[in-house]
């Protein structure tokens, strides 16, 4: 096992920020990258809120579940491989994949599993939504004039 260089570990972030957005991530948990035979891969649990129409959340009878709908958790399996050494290096393959919805403690419980399968003795590093979001910022928001045809939008102004 190795420690992840910091540029690796923020390019697998922005990777998985591309499909999962930082804004709605709980929590992501990093195992430690393994290299081998000049490759290096790594894998990662992501815990994401995903709104759930009222409807829905109805129909499943979520206790406190708001008018407009609730939070549920997505978690995902992210990996990528890194080339490191020979004629395709730099080369980068990445993958994300939604496994389930699940409650927080059952997240821990998927993480401690991979882990035990994977034979790691080290904990995972765990990140809060906003350990991930410090180093992958979500999209400012839209500015609403911004979506205003120009001589609306010069109208607003004085």
């Known amino acids: ?45 992501i815990a994401a809120r995903e709104a759930m129409p009222a409807a829905s959340a109805a129909a499943e009878n979520v206790p406190g579940a708001p008018a407009t709908g609730h939070a549920r958790l997505a978690v995902y399996t992210a990996q990528y491989r890194l080339t490191l050494k020979g004629p395709d290096r730099g080369k980068w393959e990445f993958s994300i994949q939604a496994e389930a919805d699940a409650p927080l403690l059952t997240v821990d419980a998927v993480v401690r599993g991979v882990q035990r399968r994977s034979g790691d003795a080290e904990d995972p590093v765990r990140l809060s939504g906003d350990d991930v979001r410090d180093v992958v910022p979500p999209p400012p928001p839209a500015v609403a004039e911004a979506a205003l045809p120009p001589s609306e939008a010069a109208g607003t102004m004085g």
């Open 1 to 45: 096992m190795t420690r992840p260089q910091p540029e690796t570990r923020e390019r697998f972030m922005k990777a998985i920020a591309e499909r999962v957005p930082s804004a709605a991530v709980e929590e992501a948990h990093f195992f430690q990258p393994i290299r081998q035979g000049g490759v290096e891969s790594g894998v990662a649990v």
